[in-house]
């Protein structure tokens, strides 16, 4: 079955514990991306990757880091997490565009509290 | 940059009724694409409908159809013959053909009633 899977479903830290939020993709996807959702806000895109060691931030950056070091992984690391950071987070991914130009698949989202 | 506004926080609608969902955005671009997810309490996204801009002819899927209006960078969800599974939050979407980038609206939350 095609889907991203993002683990855990739910993440309850204390402020400074690094933790890592893992995302997988089995669609053969160039692009993959991070976005929290907050109420009032909609989806804000954290950072995203065009292909493999390829990442660039988006609207919201600070106080997130990523690697791309397979095509299918994207993981999404708080090295130091504050309470700033409780949300919702998903994880997307599509093909490339200029190949074929598809919606974003999410995963089933992360509901991160840091206390 | 682009910005995507839904304009409508909640509404409800009776069971078997039709209703419609606003969206404008706000772009320079000629080219780019325009969806509708829908994120029931399960918190999946799930795509609903998607509109290309070249095209002129409105996108249908089923009970959901959207209204398309490029000039006036609208562009509505109508969802007919609304069922209690239709409950969900709705988030209007706009994606740059050029590249993956994708904006979202605030998003609206549709209660169904039965």
């Known amino acids: 079955e095609a889907q991203v899977t993002q683990n855990p479903r739910y993440l309850i830290t204390v402020t400074g514990k690094k933790l890592t939020v893992t995302c997988s993709q089995n669609?053969?996807?160039?692009?993959m991306s991070w976005y929290r959702q907050d109420p009032g806000l909609g989806l804000r895109q954290i950072y995203y990757?065009?292909?493999?060691?390829?990442?660039d931030k988006g609207d919201v950056p600070e106080g997130y880091k990523v690697s791309r070091k397979e095509k299918r992984n994207f993981p999404l690391i708080l090295e130091s997490p504050s309470p700033n950071q409780t949300s919702l987070y998903f994880c997307?991914?599509?093909?490339?565009?200029?190949?074929?130009?598809?919606?974003?698949?999410f995963g089933n989202g992360t509901r991160l509290t840091v206390t | 940059a682009q910005t995507v506004t839904q304009s409508q926080p909640e509404m409800s609608v009776q069971e078997a009724e039709t209703v419609t969902l606003s969206c404008t955005y706000d772009t320079s671009e000629s080219n780019y694409y325009l969806f509708w997810y829908k994120q029931p309490p399960s918190r999946q996204m799930i795509l609903v409908i998607r509109q290309e801009a070249y095209k002129q002819q409105n996108a249908t899927e089923n009970r959901f159809s959207v209204n398309f209006q490029k000039a006036a960078k609208s562009f509505s969800l109508k969802i007919s013959d609304s069922q209690l599974g239709d409950t969900a939050m709705y988030f209007c979407?706009?994606?740059?053909?050029?590249?993956?980038?994708?904006?979202f609206g605030a998003g609206t939350r549709l209660t169904v009633k039965p």
């Open positions: 990757s065009m292909n493999v060691e390829v990442t």
């Open positions: 669609m053969n996807h160039e692009y």
């Open positions: 979407a706009f994606m740059m053909t050029f590249n993956n980038d994708m904006r």
């Open positions: 997307a991914s599509s093909f490339r565009t200029g190949v074929y130009n598809s919606p974003l698949h």
